[in-house]
């Protein structure tokens, strides 16, 4: 790879970005941000298309596999919101709204840290700050409504993977809750980075009973990410700076890299 030049910078938010993706048809730009909107930007303009119904930091947005008009954004404010960019700009809103909350009575929210698609854009599976669980909804059971959890209205399932481990011990406090969720398409595999410092994978979505593969050794924090490449190799980010990289079929200790950083990596 040759040397990458920088060709161009623009202000995207009024506060800190968490999460950068290309649409389905790489013609626009996907931003998520701490002043609770994300943003649909046409690069050449640098004109943002702003999706604003948030009350909390937006973590993680996505295309939706389905359409390049659906784009998912999640939020420390528990909640998933579906939009649809056909919609006239005015009449912008969220078309579907999964509010993730745990106590309706109390209206207590679990914040969102992080989705993914899964089942070809049909299924989402979110990850919480708070809990170690993953819940996987069902987009074909909801109906542009607020969903509540607690219902289990198109809800699929709810797996813990520490609580799948025969060898789990209790975490300890503080290091409840995962910070990130990724699938890999080509090997149809889950991988859950945890605040406990530990990465699990499930290598077959098909078999969730399954216990989940438990890769150790990078400390953690809500920022820290991972993915997974179609050989099984997992790559994570670390508060040390350093990239970590395990075979997931050999679940030792990972290779671990330095390039200098002094703070956190976070995005691999």
Same mark, same amino acid.
């Given at each position: 790879?040759?040397? &990458?030049?920088?060709?161009?910078?623009?202000?995207?938010?009024?506060?800190?970005?968490?999460? =950068?993706?290309?649409?389905?048809?790489?013609?626009?730009?996907?931003?998520?941000?701490?002043?609770?909107?994300?943003?649909?930007?046409?690069?050449?303009?640098?004109?943002?298309?702003?999706?604003?119904?948030?009350?909390?930091? =937006?973590?993680?947005?996505?295309?939706?596999?389905?359409?390049?008009?659906?784009?998912?954004?999640?939020?420390?404010?528990?909640?998933?919101?579906?939009?649809?960019?056909?919609?006239?700009?005015?009449?912008?809103?969220?078309?579907?709204?999964?509010?993730?909350? =745990?106590?309706?009575?109390?209206?207590?929210?679990?914040?969102?840290?992080?989705?993914?698609?899964?089942?070809?854009?049909?299924?989402?599976?979110?990850?919480?700050?708070?809990?170690?669980?993953?819940?996987?909804?069902?987009?074909?059971?909801?109906?542009?409504?607020?969903?509540?959890?607690?219902?289990?209205?198109?809800?699929?399932?709810?797996?813990?993977?520490?609580?799948?481990?025969?060898?789990?011990?209790?975490?300890?406090?503080?290091?409840?809750?995962?910070?990130? =969720?990724?699938?890999?398409?080509?090997?149809?595999?889950?991988?859950?980075?945890?605040?406990?410092?530990?990465?699990?994978?499930?290598?077959?979505?098909?078999?969730?009973?399954?216990?989940?593969? &438990?890769?150790?050794?990078?400390?953690?924090?809500?920022?820290?990410?991972?993915?997974?490449?179609?050989?099984?190799?997992?790559?994570?980010?670390?508060?040390?700076?350093?990239? &970590?990289?395990?075979?997931?079929?050999?679940?030792?200790?990972?290779?671990?890299?330095?390039?200098?950083?002094?703070?956190?990596?976070?995005?691999?």
């Amino acid at each position: 790879m040759g040397d &990458c030049a920088l060709t161009e910078t623009f202000q995207a938010h009024h506060n800190s970005i968490f999460d =950068v993706n290309w649409t389905l048809d790489n013609s626009k730009l996907l931003t998520a941000s701490g002043d609770h909107t994300g943003a649909v930007w046409d690069i050449e303009m640098q004109v943002p298309l702003v999706l604003a119904g948030h009350k909390g930091t =937006v973590k993680c947005i996505k295309n939706s596999p389905l359409s390049s008009n659906l784009v998912c954004t999640a939020s420390r404010d528990g909640l998933i919101n579906l939009w649809d960019l056909r919609v006239p700009l005015e009449e912008l809103q969220p078309a579907l709204s999964i509010a993730n909350k =745990v106590n309706s009575r109390k209206k207590l929210t679990r914040g969102l840290t992080g989705f993914e698609f899964v089942n070809s854009g049909l299924v989402i599976v979110s990850a919480e700050s708070s809990v170690s669980s993953l819940r996987f909804w069902d987009l074909r059971k909801l109906e542009g409504s607020i969903v509540k959890s607690k219902s289990k209205v198109g809800c699929l399932a709810e797996i813990d993977p520490r609580n799948q481990l025969e060898n789990f011990s209790r975490p300890t406090e503080g290091s409840h809750g995962n910070s990130w =969720v990724y699938f890999q398409e080509q090997t149809n595999s889950l991988v859950v980075s945890s605040l406990n410092n530990c990465v699990y994978v499930y290598q077959n979505l098909n078999n969730l009973e399954k216990e989940p593969v &438990c890769l150790s050794g990078a400390n953690s924090n809500f920022y820290v990410r991972s993915c997974m490449g179609p050989s099984g190799l997992v790559a994570s980010g670390s508060t040390e700076g350093d990239l &970590c990289i395990w075979e997931v079929d050999s679940a030792c200790f990972p290779q671990k890299f330095s390039y200098g950083v002094s703070s956190d990596m976070n995005a691999v």
